[in-house]
């Protein structure tokens, strides 16, 4: 699998249309509670954006789309919610990979799986296994997954790897390939859903210089519509990865 730079080391291509989108789907459970619903019917829901969105991604020529399914931190939440995400995370798996595979859509999983039943795991396994040849779009599911774990993770693989390795001879180019997603370049852009301006322990490594695009939107409302607002608004964007506008100016004469 090949690796990627680092945009603090090499100046990636920009392009209208961004090559790597991650998202945080935020507000699923708000979407039911507004409707007088259970906080589980918004993530049903949320299942519709979801495919709806990757379908999008994939018809605009976005090559990656990275989506925030479950991070380390949400296991605070109420026990039957959990109980209802693990639930229907299989049944989705179950459902989806067929159609990714006819959509030639590769489907990858970040994060730490050992805390998920054998059961989720067998199924990522074999979804993985199933789309490892799709060329048409990456979909990488973050599940289980922190930024901080991710950076600590390729550090101890790194070091595995490397037992004699001095401090002053730690580099990004070596931690690079340890990280969870050293298969896809960094994201062009971050997009968030309902409402909340941060980025929540999501690819913290990797949104080093990563365009980042909030909307009010609730996640189940997130639409093909949106996507293009999200699209227009990136288009509309300086991206100068320590340059200037002058610099930039020149480049492009």
Same mark, same amino acid.
């Given at each position: 699998?090949s ?15 961004p ?15 507004k409707?007088?619903?259970?906080r ?6 949320g299942?519709?954006?979801?495919? =709806? ?7 605009f020529?976005?090559?990656y ?8 931190? !949400? ?30 859509i ?12 054998l ?5 990522v396994? *074999? ?12 979909l990488?599911?973050?599940a289980?997954?922190g ?14 790897? !490397?037992? =004699? ?26 997009i ?6 941060r ?5 913290? #490594? ?5 365009e ?6 609730? #996640? ?10 999200? *699209?227009? #608004? ?5 991206r100068?990865?320590?340059?200037t ?9």
């Amino acid at each position: 699998m090949s690796q990627h730079s680092s945009s603090t080391l090499v100046i990636p291509e920009v392009s209208a249309i961004p090559r790597h989108v991650a998202i945080i789907m935020d507000g699923n459970g708000r979407w039911a509670s507004k409707r007088m619903m259970p906080r589980v019917a918004g993530h049903s829901e949320g299942l519709g954006a979801v495919r =709806n969105i990757v379908q999008e991604c994939r018809k605009f020529g976005v090559e990656y789309l990275t989506v925030f399914a479950f991070s380390s931190e !949400n296991w605070r939440r109420p026990p039957e919610e959990v109980g209802f995400l693990m639930k229907l995370f299989l049944k989705s798996l179950k459902g989806e990979v067929s159609r990714l595979a006819e959509s030639d859509i590769a489907l990858r999983l970040i994060g730490d799986l050992s805390r998920f039943d054998l059961a989720i795991q067998e199924m990522v396994e *074999f979804s993985e296994d199933l789309t490892a040849n799709c060329k048409g779009l990456t979909l990488t599911i973050a599940a289980n997954y922190g930024g901080r774990w991710d950076i600590l993770q390729a550090m101890r693989q790194c070091l595995a790897k !490397n037992p =004699n390795l001095k401090p002053e001879q730690v580099s990004e180019e070596l931690l690079q390939p340890h990280l969870s997603m050293a298969y896809a370049p960094e994201p062009d852009l971050f997009i968030r859903t309902g409402g909340e301006q941060r980025v929540s322990n999501f690819l913290l #490594w990797q949104l080093a210089y990563t365009e980042l695009y909030f909307t009010d939107i609730l #996640w189940p409302d997130f639409d093909e519509q949106e996507l293009h607002k999200a *699209f227009e #608004w990136f288009s509309q964007r300086e991206r100068r990865f320590g340059r200037t506008s002058a610099q930039l100016a020149t480049h492009k004469l």
